[in-house]
């Protein structure tokens, strides 16, 4: 496994690394939670983080509370002179997954290590979704058509958000009420369907292969039209 070790002690840094590297694993090591932060969400991004608590530049908190904020889903082991309970319930909170108290053993910290990388991975948040030349990025709430910006209200993206998550599949006006508008009874309104006309306006007009299809008696569908041809907009 590729481990960061985050730690500005250096003797401490120098006989973690040398046990692990024994041990058969790649060690990456940072000084101070900066260049620990910037080794984490690099390229070669590592399999586990140890980090200290007490570091110069960005103490680990901070670190750790980046990371995630970032996305990244690195498992994290605080490793740190602050043992009391309520320093333990801040480490886990800010996104540590494990917490050891100095002084430590070698074999513990190597046993925790092991234990951490055993656990599955989380898989990393879906941050765009593409439906033949339709592209929309979740994080920027950004639309693109045959690469065109296309201006969506903020109800209309989140229609057509739903309608991409489950692009090939018939979606219902009760779905839609229910995870759109958040609405679990029908209103008796055409709200949907005046909806689903904006946006078909928006995204379909003037182009030669429609995404939004109606499916009689169903609902809506999102695909493309080579796979809808039986749909009957």
Do not use: C
């Amino acid at each position: 496994m590729h481990i960061l070790l985050v730690e500005d002690d250096a003797e401490t840094a120098d006989y973690i690394g040398e046990g692990l590297r024994e041990q058969g694993h790649q060690v990456s090591h940072a000084a101070d939670g900066r260049d620990g932060l910037y080794l984490a969400l690099g390229a070669a991004a590592p399999d586990i983080a140890v980090v200290d608590r007490m570091l110069p530049g960005l103490d680990g908190l901070s670190l750790v509370k980046a990371l995630r904020s970032a996305g990244s889903q690195v498992p994290v082991l605080f490793l740190t002179a602050l043992g009391g309970v309520d320093d333990r319930v801040l480490g886990l909170k800010a996104g540590g997954d494990d917490y050891l108290v100095k002084p430590f053993s070698f074999a513990e910290l190597s046993a925790r290590v092991e234990a951490l990388g055993r656990r599955p991975r989380a898989l990393a948040p879906q941050t765009r979704l593409q439906v033949h030349d339709l592209e929309i990025d979740l994080l920027a709430r950004s639309v693109r058509r045959g690469g065109q910006p296309v201006d969506l209200q903020p109800r209309e993206f989140r229609l057509l958000e739903y309608l991409a998550r489950h692009a090939g599949q018939v979606v219902t006006r009760t779905m839609l009420l229910e995870h759109v508008w958040d609405l679990h009874f029908d209103p008796q309104t055409n709200v949907v369907d005046s909806h689903i006309s904006r946006l078909r306006a928006k995204i379909d007009r003037d182009r030669p292969m429609p995404l939004i299809h109606t499916v009689r008696g169903a609902g809506y569908r999102l695909e493309a039209p080579a796979d809808a041809a039986d749909d009957g907009r």
